[in-house]
C-alpha cells in the first residue's frame, strides 16, 4: 500500500525509522531490532540510505523488503540521489519494484566531504521527477522538510518554496528533520498553509539518550536546543539510564502536544533502540487509538 492511502484513513499516522547494521556487521543483526518493533504495529518503518552513492550494499531495499514481507508492515526504503548516476539509480528503483516495496523517501543525501563530481540528479526534485518519469504511480513518494530551515538554505521560506516544488515534482508526503521546539513546527505548517501545499506533514521526533549523539546530530541538522531541553542534558549526562529516561519523557511531551494540536503523523527515529520506541509508543497506545476512532477504515 502506498502510504498516501494512510492518511487518507487514519487521522494520524505513526511511523518508525531505522538503519542498516553496518556492511562489517552482519545483515541479520537487523532481526533484533525489527523483532523488538514488529508487535507495536506501527502504520509503517522506513529504512535509511547511504549518502554519496557509496550505497549500503542494497540493504536498504533488502531490510524494507523484510519489513514488508516477513512482518507484514509497510516499508519506505529512503534513497539519495547525490553521487548516482541516472542509471543506478533507475536500477534501485526496479530492485525496490522486484521485491514488492513501493514507497521511497525521495532525498538529495548530504554532500559528502570532498565531493567533487556533479551527479545527474543534482536535488530531490530531479530525484522526484525520475521516479514519477521512470515508475508512473508505481511508487508512493515522501520527501523531507526543515522546520528550522536547512543548513544549507538561506531561510525557512526558501525551503517552503523548495517544498512546494518537490510537491509539484510528485511527492505525496513529507517528514520533517527532526526539532525540540515544537513551535517551529507549528510556526512551519502556517506557512506551509498559507503556501497553498497540501501534502500531509509527519513530524520527526527523536528520543535523546546520549550527549554525543545529540552534539553530533545538533551538528548536522542544526536544531535548536530548547533551555528544557538543556538542562535534562546538564543535569544527567553521566546518568546514562536517567538521560534515556528523561529523553523519553521529553519526547512524550512533545508527542502529546503534536497530536493535541492536529499534526497529521509522527515519525519516531528509534536509532535501532526497541527499548525507545517501545516506552514511547505504549505511553500514548489510548490516545493513538482514540484519535483514529473515528476515521479509521481497516
Ligand atoms: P533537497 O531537497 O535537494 O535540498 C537540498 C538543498 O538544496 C536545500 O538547501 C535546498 O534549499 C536547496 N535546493 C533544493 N532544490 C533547490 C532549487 N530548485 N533551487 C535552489 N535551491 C534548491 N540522508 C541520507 O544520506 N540518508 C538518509 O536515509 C536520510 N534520511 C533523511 C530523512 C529525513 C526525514 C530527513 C529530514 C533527512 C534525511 N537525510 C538523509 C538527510 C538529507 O539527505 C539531507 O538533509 C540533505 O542535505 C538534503 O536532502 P533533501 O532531499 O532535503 O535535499
Not at 498516501?4 to 543483526?29: A, D, M, Q
Not at 510556526?187 to 498559507?194: G, Q, T
Amino acid at each position: 500500500m502506498q502510504i498516501k492511502e494512510l492518511f487518507k484513513r487514519k487521522n494520524l499516522v505513526f511511523s518508525f525509522e531505522v538503519f542498516p547494521p553496518k556492511v562489517t556487521s552482519p545483515i541479520g543483526s537487523i532481526y533484533d531490532t525489527l523483532e523488538g518493533l514488529q508487535d507495536l504495529k506501527p502504520d509503517y518503518i522506513s529504512v535509511t540510505y547511504g549518502a554519496g552513492g557509496n550505497g549500503n550494499d542494497n540493504r536498504t531495499g533488502e531490510i524494507a523488503a523484510i519489513i514488508k514481507n516477513k512482518y507484514g508492515i509497510e516499508a519506505l526504503a529512503h534513497l539519495t540521489c547525490i553521487g548516482s548516476t541516472l542509471e543506478q539509480t533507475k536500477g534501485v528503483l526496479q530492485e525496490l519494484r522486484d521485491k514488492g516495496v513501493h514507497n521511497v523517501l525521495a532525498l538529495r543525501g548530504d554532500i559528502p566531504e570532498g565531493f567533487e563530481g556533479k551527479g545527474e540528479l543534482k536535488n530531490s526534485q530531479d530525484l522526484i521527477r525520475l521516479i514519477r518519469e521512470d515508475q508512473g504511480n508505481r511508487f508512493g513518494i515522501a520527501a523531507a522538510c526543515y522546520p528550522e530551515g536547512h543548513v544549507e538554505g538561506k531561510n525557512v521560506d526558501q525551503d517552503i518554496e523548495i517544498l512546494k516544488l518537490k510537491e509539484e515534482a510528485g511527492a505525496d508526503h513529507a517528514i520533517t528533520q527532526l526539532f525540540f521546539d515544537n513551535n517551529y513546527f507549528y510556526e512551519f505548517l502556517n506557512k506551509v498553509e498559507e503556501k497553498g501545499i497540501q501534502l500531509p506533514i509527519q513530524a520527526g521526533i527523536m528520543p535523546v539518550t546520549n550527549k554525543k549523539q545529540i552534539e553530533r546530530i545538533v551538528a548536522l541538522s542544526g536544531a535548536n536546543l530548547p533551555v528544557k531541553f538543556k538542562k535534562i542534558m546538564e543535569k544527567y549526562e553521566h546518568n546514562k539510564e536517567a538521560l534515556r529516561d528523561a529523553g523519553i519523557a521529553y519526547a512524550l511531551d512533545q508527542i502529546v502536544d503534536l497530536i493535541s494540536t492536529g499534526a497529521r503523523g509522527i515519525h519516531l527515529y528509534t536509532m535501532n533502540n526497541p527499548y525507545i520506541a517501545r516506552s514511547v509508543t505504549e505511553s500514548i497506545h489510548s490516545i493513538l487509538k482514540s484519535v483514529n476512532k473515528e476515521k479509521e477504515v481497516v
